[in-house]
């Protein structure tokens, strides 16, 4: 599966942000999803999954009750809204596609090209 990132920008603390991503392909419902972001200097880290039918998500402690992932797979896309925004959310925003559940970005094969968000203080 092809995944294209979108949707990030410059926005100031407290904002809000969507993030999207389109997967190419007729099997995206078969494809858990996840959202990995990665600040200068730092490692990929986890944000948030959802699992295929969409009923299951989970996320990082440190975006829990502040960015909510969805998916509709009859638009082939996952979502990211990202609520009550901080600094430290400043990162390249990578979305990914799976297999199983999982916070590791080893267990995922596919990867969008990553779009910057950038939360100024």
């Known amino acids: 599966v092809q995944l294209q990132a979108s949707g990030g920008g410059l926005v100031q603390a407290g904002g809000s942000l969507r993030l999207s991503c389109a997967a190419s392909?007729?099997?995206?419902?078969?494809?858990?999803m996840a959202w990995f972001r990665q600040a200068p200097g730092k490692e990929r880290e986890f944000v948030a999954a959802?699992?295929?039918?969409?009923?299951?998500?989970y996320y990082s402690d440190s975006v829990k009750a502040r960015f909510t992932i969805s998916r509709g797979n009859a638009k082939n896309t996952v979502y990211l809204q990202m609520n009550s925004l901080k600094s430290e959310d400043t990162a390249v925003y990578y979305c990914?596609?799976?297999?199983?559940?999982?916070?590791?970005?080893?267990?995922?094969?596919?990867w969008g090209q990553g779009t910057q968000v950038t939360v100024s203080s």
């Open positions: 990914a596609a799976g297999t199983w559940t999982s916070r590791s970005s080893t267990d995922f094969a596919s």
């Open positions: 392909g007729r099997t995206f419902g078969s494809y858990v």
């Open positions: 959802i699992n295929r039918s969409g009923t299951n998500t």
